[in-house]
């Protein structure tokens, strides 16, 4: 039985589509939540799971396969789980 993953496809999604230029990806009460920079406040600083300059600075600039977005979710689920959620 494998763990439900915590950062899927969808949550990559969102913070790529975001409107905010500084969208961050923030692990709130076991959901991934896209939020500009500012309203990241000290309570959520250690749950950043990464900022959307860094994700898309690992993608491609021609739209994103679901292939590459699942690969990348798997990148972010590890990094949820080594921050301890």
Same mark, same amino acid.
């Given at each position: 039985? *494998? %763990?439900? *993953?915590? &950062?899927? =496809? #969808? !949550? ?5 589509? *975001? ?6 990806? &923030?692990?709130?009460?076991?959901? !991934? &939540?896209?939020?500009?920079?500012? #309203?990241?406040?000290?309570?959520? =600083?250690?749950? &950043?799971?990464? $900022? ?20 990348? %979710?798997? $990148? ?8 301890? %959620?």
């Amino acid at each position: 039985m *494998s %763990a439900m *993953s915590l &950062v899927d =496809k #969808e !949550c990559v999604r969102q913070l790529l589509n *975001s409107q905010h230029p500084d969208a961050t990806l &923030v692990f709130v009460r076991g959901d !991934c &939540v896209v939020l500009p920079a500012a #309203e990241v406040d000290d309570a959520h =600083k250690g749950l &950043v799971i990464a $900022r959307r300059d860094e994700v898309m600075a690992q993608l491609p600039d021609d739209a994103p396969t679901d292939q590459m977005l699942d690969d990348l %979710a798997v $990148r972010l689920d590890n990094i949820v789980r080594d921050l301890g %959620a």
